[in-house]
């Protein structure tokens, strides 16, 4: 039965980091798909200005478009509150995107060792395959301590479930610094989010 990869982010605005890397994981999990799910109120960017939601949406759209193994899911857009991912997993389900497969939900290495502050992290890895995205020269952190919240075999399987991706030096924050610039983005966008950028005139 193959799975479907799940992918949550600000987007703003995606750039070939995430498509590279969740290409990449669809390849070595054999994953049948990848949903790009923008966040429409990220629990731990509150108070941090996004750009609004329907063009980060759109900018997701037009970056995969034509792409059979993605495909962009609005879920989080529409429910209210804050967007914990035990939610958007639920509601996932509930829709049945994704069919019958697995979902593994992908996240950045930076992100695992922070991964107990999530809302009901403890039932969420239980829920989901969590897999993490990591980068050569990767230390994990120490066992027992995801274990303290996690549990011993949810704990061995967030250590296991590991890909390793390209180190690609891409940040959506130094994206809009360069636009805000006058600076060109060509090569670290899809060329259909760099148009869509420039005709909006976002980030300037």
């Known amino acids: 039965m193959a799975g479907v990869g799940l992918l949550g982010g600000s987007f703003d605005p995606i750039h070939f980091g995430h498509l590279i890397s969740a290409r990449s994981c669809a390849e070595q999990l054999g994953l049948d798909r990848i949903v790009l799910i923008p966040s429409a109120v990220p629990p731990h960017k509150r108070g941090v200005t996004m750009t609004d939601g329907a063009h980060r949406l759109e900018m997701a759209r037009r970056a995969v478009?034509?792409?059979e193994l993605f495909e962009v899911c609005d879920v989080e857009?529409?429910?209210?509150?804050?967007?914990?991912?035990?939610d958007t997993v639920d509601e996932i389900?509930?829709?049945?995107i994704g069919g019958a497969g697995e979902l593994?939900?992908?996240i950045g290495a930076d992100t695992l060792p922070e991964l107990h502050t999530w809302h009901r992290a403890a039932e969420l890895v239980c829920r989901v395959r969590m897999v993490t995205v990591v980068r050569p020269g990767w230390s994990p952190p120490a066992r027992g301590e995801l274990a303290k919240?996690?549990?011993d075999e949810a704990a061995d399987a967030l250590l296991q479930n590991c890909v390793m991706t390209p180190a690609?030096?891409?940040s959506a924050t130094a994206i809009r610094e360069r636009v805000r610039a006058g600076k060109s983005i060509r090569y670290l966008v899809p060329e259909s989010v760099r148009s869509y950028i420039d005709a909006t005139g976002l980030y300037r």
């Open 65 to 67: 478009e034509g792409d």
């Open 77 to 86: 857009f529409q429910r209210s509150g804050p967007s914990y991912t035990i």
């Open 93 to 96: 389900r509930r829709q049945g």
């Open 104 to 106: 593994c939900w992908l």
């Open 149 to 151: 919240w996690a549990g």
């Open 168 to 170: 690609i030096e891409i």
